[in-house]
């Protein structure tokens, strides 16, 4: 793996080699993508996952799609293929479908297919990088000022679900003002949701903030209401996976419920975003974003390291217990502080996004 932490990265050969997030914490395995089909896979079973992570696999499974038709000579319907099952592949974050839309543009007029997209799938990722750069610039801001509010103690942040480096590029949405606010010697720690049912704040963002060196402390995902009655959180702080043009949010499922929970012990939430996440064709995120329902396996078994060392999957209930596996909640603009750009921050509102964004208007 580089040296420069990545969660995608390209080959000697000019392969694509992304993190097995599903063993994390516990084992830390590289797979290399050798296909498009490599990347469907990898996106479905949640090798890679986050939105913008999910983009930027998407933008490589193209260019693997278009090194494979060159090499064996295979006719252009067999990329066009390929764009439709990278379609298929996850429902909900918009990036991917942000990302794939970029590709094939880009790939309309190209005279050389292989490199434009090669150049592109790194555009991309080198983008998403800096975008997050910025939103950890702008969420500083928020995190300053409520240290010195509290005249230099510890902010207490609490966040749901990982929308850290790993389901990013580098910096994280929701991290990069958290390692930022530590590099500026600001005190901070996070309450971790354990996030059920595939347990990504345990897995994934315990690991990450683990790694940094940030003070957290991992919790069950029904403790954030008591400890937000009880003075214990000062800013609530989550990613989504598609924001709608009134300023909808959809984010992991229990997502809603923190907002709830926040809004009525008059919290700050907030959510980070990439300007890649605004889906603008939708206005009303409860009726109009596809709620994608995953394996209810994922809610009836768990995984875990048993005191032998080993990686083994639990059933938690009886075996014939029907489930049901719900991946994401909206949370209403109404309920959200607001949404940390690469821009700035503004208003969970068509106002508020515009202003920032006014080519979308």
Known sequence: MPTDFRTIWTTDDRFVEVID???????????????????????KNMTVRGAPLIGATAAFGIYLAVKEMQEKQLPSSFLQNAFIELRASRPTAINLFWALDRMQKSLSNAENLLETAWKQAHLIVEEDIETCRMIGVHGLELISAIAKKKKGETVNILTHCNAGMLGCIKWGTVTSPIYQAQAQGIKVHVWVDETRPRNQGANLTAYELTRHGIDHTLIVDNTGGHLMQHGQVDMVLVGTDRTTRNGDV???????????????????????????TLDMSIRDGLKEIPIEERD?????????????????????????TP???????????????????????????????????????
Do not use: M, W
Not at 309 to 314: P, R
């Open 323 to 361: 489930a049901s596996n719900f991946g994401f909640d909206v949370t209403p603009a109404r309920l959200i502080t607001g949404l940390i750009t690469e821009r700035g921050v503004c208003s969970a509102s068509e106002e508020g996004i515009t202003g920032l964004f006014p080519a979308y208007k």
């Open 250 to 276: 959809a984010n992991k499922i229990g997502t809603y419920l923190k907002a709830l929970a926040a809004f009525d012990n008059s919290i700050p939430f907030y959510v980070a975003l990439p300007s890649t």
């Open 21 to 43: 997030q599903r063993l994390l914490p516990h084992q830390f395995v590289v797979v290399k993508l050798l296909s498009y089909t490599d990347a469907v896979i990898a996106i």
């Open 296 to 320: 209810p396996n994922e809610v009836k078994y768990v995984i875990g390291k048993t005191k032998s060392g080993t990686i083994e999957e639990v059933l938690i209930c009886p075996e014939t």
